[in-house]
């Protein structure tokens, strides 16, 4: 499977859906996560799609070596936003694979619009549970506590 590099069209493509979501269009299941940099410890936000599995709620991404996951990896916490919401969480990372493979694996059903991201990344070749929990073992997932 692909997503060694990032993508060039997805720092543009998070910026678009960061302006659309302060005017107040939010697509989809889409919210804002602020996690503080490693470096600087300012905010850094991107989009993210929180899902819920077993009354537990969950962020994902199949690129482990992206800004943002390594950020919330080394800051354990950062702020989840809907509209004028902000929610102060934890973030815990799911260590065992058949954890992360069990929210993988609810992914496309709970929010369908972000399959089509995991398929332009190439972290999947097909839309269906079966294909989301094979990823498990290349992405992270963090489980999101409120403080």
């Known amino acids: 499977m692909a997503v060694e590099g990032l993508p060039g069209w997805l720092k543009p493509v998070n910026r678009l859906v ?14 804002l996560l602020s996690v503080p940099g490693r470096s600087s410890g300012q905010l850094r936000t991107t989009p993210v799609s929180p899902l819920t599995v077993d009354g537990r709620r969950y962020v994902l991404s199949p690129a482990p070596q992206s800004d943002w996951v390594r950020n919330a990896s080394a800051a354990g916490w950062g702020v989840l936003t ?5 929610q102060k969480v934890r973030l815990e990372p799911l260590p065992d694979v058949r954890d992360r493979e069990k929210v993988l694996r609810a992914f496309p059903i709970e929010v369908p ?26 992405s992270v997932v963090f489980e999101v506590i409120p403080v």
Request: hydrophobic share 40%; no cysteine; net charge positive.
């Open 18 to 31: 960061k302006v659309l979501h302060k005017l107040g269009l939010r697509p989809g299941t889409i919210h």
């Open 82 to 86: 809907q509209g004028r919401r902000k």
């Open 113 to 138: 619009h972000g399959v089509q991201f995991f398929l332009k990344l190439g972290a999947v070749t097909g839309p269906t549970p079966d294909e989301f929990a094979a990823a498990a073992p290349r």
